[in-house]
């Protein structure tokens, strides 16, 4: 595709509830990024994927927090049962290789009542 | 614990004029410095990024490295209305070459 995409773009969640956020990442890209971006701060990193290999889960908050990208391409981020401190913009980026431009996708807004 | 700071703002400059941010960061082996400009609502865009020590130009831009000091801003010359947004610094900190760590950002409102 010609950009980084990202589904849903908002999504308001009964707490408790289980989320998936899914993005799609420009095709040929081999590093894949997920951050967390609380409202008025800088994105926080979540977790890196290189193909289908995730090799850095370290900023994931908690282990209601799941990430895969079986084939390579698409990567779904899994929050599960969740909680109000969950509420931000979760932003997927994408590239080339690990130290090239990433790209970002426009989010998902996750707002969780 | 690796941070990066930047003063909030807003900052608020008259068009045509200089708009200077400026970013500090608490990891001395930083090796990598960028510059993301995210409009509201918007995700994060890469203005320029720089390795070195010293000035780097692109077209309006300048991104200015000291590694003593652990200091990197941005110029952004003859700014216009459509520069004001929010202006983020994110560093690549030592002994990892894909992670980012980032400022909380700077405001930036350009007034005509």
């Known amino acids: 595709g010609a950009g980084v995409s990202q589904s849903p773009r908002y999504k308001v969640a009964k707490r408790g509830q289980d989320v998936a956020l899914r993005c799609d990442p420009i095709?040929?890209?081999?590093?894949l990024f997920w951050y967390q971006q609380a409202l008025g701060q800088g994105p926080e990193f979540l977790t890196y994927f290189q193909n289908e290999a995730q090799l850095d889960k370290s900023g994931l908050p908690s282990d209601r927090f799941f990430a895969e990208r079986p084939e390579g391409s698409v990567s779904t981020l899994k929050i599960q049962r969740t909680q109000q401190e969950d509420s931000a913009v979760y932003l997927c980026a994408s590239s080339l290789g690990s130290n090239t431009e990433a790209f970002f996708g426009q989010g998902t807004r996750l707002t969780v009542v | 614990q690796k941070e990066v700071e930047q003063n909030s703002g807003p900052l608020s400059v008259p068009e045509g004029a200089i708009a200077s941010l400026n970013c500090t960061y608490s990891?001395?082996?930083?090796?990598?410095f960028f510059w993301y400009r995210q409009y509201s609502g918007k995700s994060p865009e890469l203005i320029m990024f720089?390795?070195s020590n010293g000035d780097k130009e692109d077209g309006r831009f300048t991104a200015q490295l000291n590694k003593a000091s652990q200091y990197v801003s941005l110029l952004i010359r003859d700014s216009q209305p459509s520069d004001s947004a929010t202006y983020l610094c994110a560093v690549n900190p030592s002994g990892s070459n894909y992670q980012l760590i980032w400022g909380a950002g700077t405001k930036l409102i350009i007034k005509p």
């Open positions: 990891d001395r082996g930083s090796q990598s």
């Open positions: 720089i390795y």
């Open positions: 095709s040929g890209h081999v590093s």
